[in-house]
């Protein structure tokens, strides 16, 4: 039962006299609590990201009855209410347009309301950092639960991973090689559960990096969406939660620069996507935590992908959750964290990691046997066509393109370059360097998945499977090949690959971290004297402050304005 003393939040709205806590209460009893929960327990607000318009998070209703079971029963009030959900399959012209506004309703609705503490749920890719992002800005006791992954997908009598088979098979049908009616088969055996991408996708990458941040309990972030054990972690977090509140654990107490760089060692080791470089960076700047894009490759140079998963290994995250899960994977690669790091659960990373366990060696390796030697995960290219970074993701990247010169083929729309791939005359070889531009935070405007961009019809014929791809968008978590993102600053604000001409001689080092444009100077500014930004993407609405105010993809994407936080203070009264 909570058993705390200090004066809540709540109390200023459940606990008033006179006329405001009249109204506060009276209207609450519609629906039916009894007298004695306005008696100053803890308010535990429920953030679901529900929604049958994104099918990652259709479950959570269901995962939100469990939390509230676990409220009740240590003595708080559990109140659920919505948060904008960003469904991955369905919106346009990209969830990550909306991860801020996500974040703006979520801060603004925390602060809003008489709450202590808040259990987030989420699941589909941008749910995750979008409800951490605004939970940071308040920095009440925060903890959050993902909905699980889907149970691994199957097709022929093969496991298949969700959006990794996508691209491969629908790549193979443009080859010839496979019908629409062997695609059909395999779309309806794909998703075949509650939850979100089974592959080591973003939505599994955010829900594991935010087990290693230490804002989910030990062991959440893998087991499968109907697993009752799932549940049952609801119902603890429940508990769990009110003892934060009684414990004025904060948000920011737990999300420190030890929690970053654990988190960001982790990603790597599980193979995780480069999506998370952004989360993270943006999750970051709410809590002025110091941490810059540069830290996704120092911290990670001595960590080695342990984790065997689509889309760069052969498992799913069921299985993965039946091998150990984080917990796994953080005991084997200990000496590499801060092992006392206190974590929602209350305990150190030390502790909760003590009696983990691999329970299959194909799936999470050790650190001297590991499916990728160390620097295989994430890197930071530089160089005059990326003079602020890109990422790339070297364990899903050819080992012979890691050392590429080659002649560009830009294209500014990445409508032009769709339809372009599949012209069988198209000038290109396998030594061509695909460059799409525009796509970035402003210019699309949004920052879209377009980045693993198809590969040209004339090349699959042939059995090439992959080319160096570059380009100012993001790749989904569930992609793969050899492309170089998040080039910043982008082509739309100017940056130099805004300056590329079909034709120019591209050279990346991945093991030097360079990505150069080689043309000189002079002829660049030549060139930068005759561009033109491109007109705005929107003359009202959301689009509108979204373009003027995001950051670019090395600041995390974050609006300018969002950057920071403005506490958990009581507002004034509403009447």
């Known amino acids: 039962m909570s058993t705390t003393d200090r004066p809540l939040r709540s109390g200023e709205w459940f606990g008033a006299q006179g006329r405001n806590g009249f109204i506060h209460r009276s209207w609450m009893r519609n629906q039916g609590f009894a007298d004695d929960v306005f008696d ?13 318009l994104t099918p990652c998070n259709a479950h959570l209703r269901d995962l939100a009855e469990s939390v509230k079971r676990g409220v009740w029963e240590s003595g708080g009030l559990p109140l659920e209410f919505p948060a904008m959900s960003l469904g991955e ?3 346009r012209p990209t969830t990550m347009l909306y991860r801020n506004l996500l974040a703006m309703e979520l801060e603004e609705s925390v602060r809003a309301n008489p709450l202590d503490g808040v259990v987030l749920l989420s699941g589909c890719d941008k749910t995750t950092p979008g409800l951490l992002m605004g939970a940071a800005s308040v920095d009440l006791p925060t903890l959050m639960m993902t909905g699980g992954p889907m149970l691994n997908g199957k097709f022929r009598g093969q496991d298949i ?3 990794t088979v996508v691209w491969q ?27 979100h991408c089974m592959t080591m996708g973003t939505a599994s990458t955010m829900a594991c990096v935010t087990e290693a941040l230490g804002v989910q309990l030990p062991g959440a972030a893998a087991v499968p969406a109907v697993d009752s054990r799932r549940y ?9 939660i009110v003892a934060m509140v009684d414990q004025d654990q904060r948000l920011s107490s737990v999300l420190t620069r030890q929690a970053f760089e654990n988190a960001i060692r982790v990603n790597a080791a599980i193979g995780g996507s480069t999506n998370a470089v952004v989360h993270l960076l943006a999750i970051a700047g709410r809590l002025g935590v110091p941490l810059s894009l540069d830290d996704f490759d120092t911290l990670t140079a001595d960590v080695p992908m342990v984790v065997n998963l689509m889309p760069s290994g052969a498992y799913l995250m069921e299985d993965f959750a039946y091998a150990g899960g984080v917990p796994a994977v953080m005991a084997e690669i200990a000496p590499l964290l801060h092992l006392d790091h206190v974590t929602v659960s209350g305990a150190t990373v030390a502790d909760n990691i003590g009696d983990a366990r691999c329970w299959n060696r194909d799936v999470i390796g050790t650190m001297a046997e590991p499916f990728q030697a160390a620097g295989s995960g994430t890197v930071v290219l530089r160089g005059s066509l990326a003079p602020s970074g890109a990422v790339l993701k070297v364990s899903a990247a050819s080992a012979h393109l890691l050392t590429h010169t080659g002649p560009a083929l830009v294209f500014d729309r990445i409508e032009d370059y769709v339809v372009a791939a599949d012209d ?22 949004g920052f879209p998945e377009v980045g693993n961009v198809p590969m040209p019809r004339r090349l699959l014929a042939d ?9 100012d968008a993001r790749m989904s978590g569930t992609g793969y090949g050899t492309c170089i993102l998040h080039v910043a600053p982008e082509a739309s604000v100017g940056g130099p690959l805004a300056l590329v001409r079909t034709g120019d001689l591209v050279h990346v080092d991945a093991s030097a971290r360079r990505l150069d444009l080689l043309v000189d100077d002079e002829e660049l500014t030549r060139r930068r004297s005759g561009w033109q930004p491109p007109l705005p993407t929107a003359e009202r609405g959301w689009t509108r402050l979204y373009s003027e105010h995001v950051l670019q993809a090395d600041q995390g994407a974050d609006l300018d304005f969002l950057v920071g936080g403005s506490g958990s203070a009581v507002p004034r009264h509403s009447h």
């Open 463 to 471: 059995g090439i499977t992959d080319m160096v791809r570059i380009s």
């Open 40 to 52: 100053g327990r803890p308010v535990i607000g429920i953030a679901t990201t529900w929604s049958e």
């Open 161 to 163: 991973g969700s959006g």
């Open 424 to 445: 069988p005359d198209l000038d290109v070889t396998p030594e061509t360097v695909i460059v799409v531009r525009n796509a970035g935070p402003r210019g699309y405007p």
């Open 169 to 195: 098979f629908t790549e193979e049908m443009r080859a010839g090689r496979m019908t629409a009616a062997d695609c059909a088969e395999a779309e309806v055996g794909m998703s075949r559960s509650r939850g």
């Open 232 to 240: 049952a972690l609801a119902h603890a977090a429940g508990r769990r």
């Open 89 to 91: 399959p369905l919106m």
